[in-house]
């Protein structure tokens, strides 16, 4: 297997999903790498993944507080150091954007007062933090927000730019455009990886949207995915491997699309309201 996994790069011009398919090998076997971190900071991180899924507000020192409270003392510079291995950061409103690099990439949100009443109107894009029993991954994901349905999605062990892009490109090339990506304001987001390839290689087919900076409303609707998938599957069924998790999410992403109602959209199930329009 670690053969077959060499042969497999990211600077080929066709995708690491075909390469995978041709060679016959799961993705989370190449993406998969062990953790660093030891036991004791795997179980932290946990803890401070289910806090903050409940609480995003919260910062260092309220996930001090909050890990004290089950009896866990750990200082600020190692819950800051685990935080931002995550991907994690509070939401609550900052000082001087500009400062934060990247500003000349931001662009505005397009969805305040917007009506979306059909597929592939607008696409919501993020990356969540996913634990294991002995390491973590994260997990991209597009989901069109019409009909909860996820257009694409993909696992990885780094939360590089080209992921982002790449989960960008499949969704594309399964289910066409949308008429709008909306993100966060993440360095995944906020660079000209992400901009040139949807302003200039699409020649603007797409627009951008990006959620206010501290606003945790704006991408509402693949946050509430992220509950959904990791209470209803990681939390309860924690994956051992890289291997176990692509396929448990592979399982998992297919019963929330074709099978799960959702209260949101009268209880209709996303690939239904999905594909009888789109």
Aim: charged fraction near 25%.
């Amino acid at each position: 297997m670690s053969d077959l996994r060499s042969y497999v790069s990211d600077n080929e011009h066709i995708s690491v999903r075909k390469q995978c398919e041709l060679l016959d090998i799961n993705r989370s076997m190449v993406y998969y790498q062990a953790s660093q971190e030891s036991q004791e900071n795997l179980q932290i991180m946990r803890y401070m993944d289910e806090e903050f899924l409940e609480h995003p507000t919260h910062g260092v020192l309220q996930m001090q507080d909050f890990l004290f409270s089950l009896s866990l003392v750990v200082n600020v510079k190692r819950i800051r150091r685990l935080l931002r291995k995550m991907g994690i950061m509070a939401i609550y409103p900052r000082r001087n954007l500009s400062k934060l690099g990247h500003a000349k990439y931001i662009r505005p949100y397009l969805l305040k007062g917007l009506k979306i009443n059909k597929p592939n109107q607008v696409w919501a894009i993020d990356i969540t933090y996913i634990p294991q029993e002995k390491g973590f991954m994260f997990l991209t994901a597009i989901i069109d927000v019409y009909s909860r349905y996820i257009v694409g999605w993909d696992v990885f062990n780094n939360l590089d730019a080209e992921n982002s892009l790449s989960v960008l490109k499949d969704a594309i090339s399964l289910n066409g455009m949308p008429d709008i990506i909306n993100s966060d304001q993440g360095s995944q987001f906020t660079c000209s990886l992400w901009t040139d390839y949807i302003e200039n290689t699409l020649k603007g087919q797409i627009k951008i949207s990006m959620d206010g900076k501290g606003r945790a409303i704006d991408n509402i609707f693949i946050e509430r995915f992220w509950r959904t998938v990791k209470r209803d599957y990681v939390y309860l069924y924690m994956p051992t491997n890289g291997k176990e998790l692509y396929q448990g999410l592979k399982d998992f992403i297919g019963y929330y699309n074709t099978k799960k109602s959702h209260q949101g959209i009268e209880r209709s199930i996303p690939a239904l309201k999905y594909k009888q329009v789109a």
